[in-house]
Nanobody
Framework: QVRVVESGGAVVQPGGSLRLSCTTS????????MGWYRQAPGQERELVAT??????HYSDSVKGRFTISRDSAKVAAYLQMNSLKPEDTAVYYC????????????WGQGTQVTVSS
């Protein structure tokens, strides 16, 4: 069982920056793929960014503004968010998929990001 915990959500003004963190525990060999998703009120959860040894992927809505990174032990992930817009307001969830040959994915409880003046 892998435990996933997000942190770093806050209220920030438009144009501001924020860094989210995600830590995992319970995986002996690290996590193959980690990602960030978000869900705004009344909307479906959507992909923000993912990163694994196979590469990095961003949604078009955040490309050039957000950056996902991983720690060297591959048990944590970060999301640097710059030039934030009101439409970035959502609950941000971290996902952890330990193995490339299994679809099993673990999720955190989410952290609220609000972009408002």
């Amino acid at each position: 069982q892998v435990r996933v915990v997000e942190s770093g959500g806050a209220v920030v003004q438009p144009g501001g920056s924020l860094r989210l963190s995600c830590t995992t525990s319970g995986s002996i060999f690290g996590i193959w793929l980690m990602g960030w998703y978000r869900q705004a009120p009344g909307q479906e959860r959507e992909l923000v960014a993912t990163q694994s040894s196979a590469g990095t992927h961003y949604s078009d809505s955040v490309k050039g503004r957000f950056t996902i990174s991983r720690d060297s032990a591959k048990v944590a992930a970060y999301l640097q968010m710059n030039s934030l817009k009101p439409e970035d307001t959502a609950v941000y969830y971290c996902s952890a998929r330990p193995y490339a040959d299994s679809d099993r994915t673990y999720w955190g409880q989410g952290t609220q990001v609000t972009v408002s003046s």
